[in-house]
């Protein structure tokens, strides 16, 4: 099924994912105050928001084209690497999501195949293929802000990046800008289902 049309009676759907994901705040609050505790995680949260908001750049950019809005980077050392946004109409690509093409800018900037010391931030869950792809990227994290109920595959229908049984871990944290990338996931459905 098409992703777009996957959102298509997404308005409530999508509300109840957020609703979803604000039950799911407490239980990481003690590890959030604990992480607050300690200087280095306190700037990595930080960071996290910093980053994210580049992602929700692009995310604004796919809307722009007329793309169901999802954006992602790629940050090693410090700095961006790569950037994607959805692209499967202009691209006519049904593996032209954000993620990947994230991965595939990041891969080419690094001039290796294997990224190794990346983060990539996401406006949404990554699919099962993009979460797939982080793996055989070999990323160290992925911080992502707001759960897909419809295809998440980095802890809501399936949990590739903690996968025991694969041959790599990535570190997963959720809920970084999760009001600002959801609304602009609502708002799209909102409007799509106006027209
Ligand atoms: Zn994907």
Known sequence: MDRASDYESEGRRFESCRARHETLLPAA?????????QPARSLEMKMDATWMAEALAEARKAEAEG?????A????????????????ERLRDPTAHAELLALQE?????????????????TLEPCPMCAGALVNARVDR??????????GAAGTLF??????RLNHRVEVSVGV???????????????KRVK
């Open 67 to 71: 793309e169901v809005p999802i954006g």
């Open 142 to 151: 992925l911080v992502y802000a707001v759960p897909d109920p419809k295809a």
């Open 159 to 164: 949990d590739v990046p903690s996968d025991p």
């Open 177 to 191: 800008l999760a009001a600002e990338c959801g609304e602009l996931l609502s708002s799209f459905f909102r409007s």
């Open 29 to 37: 609050l003690p590890r959030a105050r604990r992480r607050a505790k």
């Open 106 to 122: 990041a891969a080419r900037s690094l001039g290796r195949w294997r990224l190794t010391g990346a983060t990539v931030y996401a």
């Open 73 to 88: 980077v790629v940050v090693h050392e410090d700095r961006v690497v790569g950037r994607g946004r959805n692209a499967r």
